[in-house]
């Protein structure tokens, strides 16, 4: 069986997918191989350059456009071609899907055969919805934001909306989840 370990996350940067300092530091913390990891977040076009740190109110309006934008037909037209093979390339993959990944990845709408694989291990999640797919949701204490979307979640931990990949506690759910999947 072979694994793959992925971000679907908001775009703070739409013009880039590199991923963040935390996000790496998670990925190198999990029990996977480099053949194992994705190293780019949604869509998963090649980085146009290194990761930059975005402003709070920069990245919570691009991501609210995401969330908003996702909902169109359009979306799912744009990105799920691009999308499907990255999820389907392996026999299992785990998503995981911070703040409004979970409502992307739902409206993305792919098929069951795109979706069959897929575990998403959703932290801080704001979604309306998710796909028919293995759901293990984590939402921290203080994140009142997940909190409202997620009210009955299958972790509850210590941390914030911002703080989710920081933490002790969600590092070690993800690593359970990769064990699981192997």
Known sequence: MSLLVCFL???SDPANT???????????ALPVGAG???DVNFPYAAASGPWRRTPLAVASVRNGRDYLGSRRPGFARRYAAEVRPVLAAADRTLVLAGSCGLELLANLRLDR???AGLHV??????????????LETVVGRTDLLARRWAPRADHVIGAGHLDYLASPEF????ARAVERLR
């Open 18 to 28: 590199a991923l963040s300092p935390a996000q790496l530091a998670l990925l190198d």
């Open 121 to 134: 291990l959703a932290f801080g999640p704001v979604a309306r919805s998710h796909p028919p797919v293995s």
């Open 113 to 115: 055969h795109a979706l």
């Open 9 to 11: 996350t908001g775009r």
């Open 171 to 174: 590092r070690a759910i993800a």
């Open 36 to 38: 194992e990891r994705i």
